[in-house]
């Protein structure tokens, strides 16, 4: 069993940085996939990263890569999302999301451990 739980997320003008964190419960967390999806008003749950736990390999939708970079740091049960040069059109909530699959997925179907999200606003 694995509990989420995000922080991390305000407020922000364009351009600007955030780094969300996602720390985890439970002894076995080192060996889960974890993830970043976003959700914005009115629309459907995005992939944004994922990182793997063998070889830490992470993963990006092409709309953020070159600004956001997925880390994790397992002796603190952690994982982050730097979160560079801000658009608007970031604004979302951001969920964490693990699973003790082998590799990164971008279906938010393969994850079966979700946070309660945060909400990362970008003002223009």
């Known amino acids: 069993q694995v509990q989420l739980v995000e922080s991390g997320g305000g407020l922000v003008q364009a351009g600007g940085s955030l780094r969300l964190s996602c720390a985890a419960s439970?002894?076995?967390?080192?060996?889960?996939?974890v993830a970043w999806f976003r959700q914005a008003p009115g629309k459907e749950r995005d992939f944004v990263a994922a990182?793997?736990?063998?070889?830490?390999?992470?993963s990006y939708e092409n709309f953020v890569k070159g600004r956001f970079t997925i880390s994790r740091e397992n002796a603190k049960s952690t994982v982050y999302l730097q979160m560079n040069s801000l658009k608007p059109e970031d604004t979302a909530v951001y969920y964490c999301?693990?699973?003790?699959?082998?590799?990164?997925?971008?279906?938010?179907?393969?994850?079966?451990?979700w946070g309660q999200g945060t909400q990362v606003t970008v003002s223009s």
């Open positions: 990182i793997n736990w063998s070889d830490q390999a992470p």
């Open positions: 439970g002894r076995t967390f080192s060996r889960y996939v």
């Open positions: 999301a693990a699973s003790p699959r082998v590799g990164a997925s971008k279906s938010q179907y393969d994850y079966g451990y």
